[in-house]
């Protein structure tokens, strides 16, 4: 009977001991999952806020594009914080991008989408560009 009891003790003991060893195991074995880094997130919400402020601003909506133009600069000044350890470059794109989202909220203030629009087109290309370094880097 004792060792019956110290059988069933040892094979319990394995079977602990082999769930410890393979739980790890699995979980590598599962296929990883990309990360997007903060900063990354950051720009691209920026990215779609502009988008929706040149979509309001295609259709003469300066009130709604200039609310976008704001979310914009607040989502900027965000990603100034989260992409400190990035590249020059990436900083000053974002510095760019917020000026120029400025102008955008002040030309829409004033009514002028036309103007608006350049802003907002500007502001695309650069976050744009920064978006390209920061995921490059990622790599």
């Given amino acids: 009977m004792?060792?019956?009891?110290?059988?069933t003790g040892?094979?319990?003991?394995?079977?602990?001991?082999?769930?410890l060893v393979l739980a790890p195991a699995a979980q590598a074995?599962?296929?990883?999952?990309?990360?997007?880094?903060?900063?990354a997130a950051d720009l691209t919400?920026?990215?779609d806020s502009n988008a929706a402020a040149i979509d309001a601003d295609s259709?003469?909506?300066?009130?709604?594009?200039?609310?976008?133009?704001?979310?914009?600069l607040v989502i900027l000044a965000r990603a100034g914080l989260t992409c400190s350890c990035q590249l020059?470059?990436?900083?000053?794109?974002?510095?760019?991008?917020?000026t120029d989202s400025i102008h955008a909220a002040m030309s829409n203030a004033?009514?002028?989408?036309a103007a608006a629009l350049n802003s907002e087109d500007a502001v695309e290309a650069e976050?744009?560009?920064?978006?390209?370094?920061?995921?490059?880097?990622?790599v």
């Fill in 110 to 113: 004033i009514g002028d989408s």
């Fill in 10 to 19: 040892v094979v319990a003991a394995v079977a602990s001991g082999a769930a």
């Fill in 59 to 72: 259709v003469g909506d300066t009130a709604d594009a200039r609310t976008y133009n704001l979310r914009t």
């Fill in 127 to 138: 976050l744009t560009d920064a978006l390209e370094v920061v995921r490059y880097t990622e």
């Fill in 2 to 7: 004792a060792r019956s009891r110290l059988a």
């Fill in 45 to 47: 919400a920026a990215l």
């Fill in 88 to 98: 020059a470059r990436v900083h000053a794109d974002i510095i760019t991008a917020g």
């Fill in 29 to 39: 074995a599962e296929a990883p999952r990309l990360q997007v880094s903060r900063c």
